[in-house]
């Protein structure tokens, strides 16, 4: 199983701000956090699921 570093959760987490919502962490709402949170976790889980 992959370990994630904090560095590297962090810059998953910002990616995904700036790409679905088009906002940096400090101009994100709580729901944009929460979601972009939520979809590197389902990213995440989908690739330790098919086995990579």
């Known amino acids: 199983m992959h370990k994630y570093t904090k560095k590297q959760?962090?810059?998953l987490i910002t990616g995904k701000l700036r790409r679905n919502f088009g906002r940096n962490a400090?101009?994100?709402s709580e729901v944009q956090m929460f979601r972009a949170?939520?979809?590197?976790?389902?990213?995440?889980?989908?690739?330790?699921?098919?086995?990579?």
């Open 9 to 11: 959760l962090v810059e």
């Open 37 to 52: 949170c939520a979809l590197v976790l389902r990213d995440i889980m989908n690739t330790h699921q098919l086995g990579a």
């Open 26 to 28: 400090d101009d994100a």
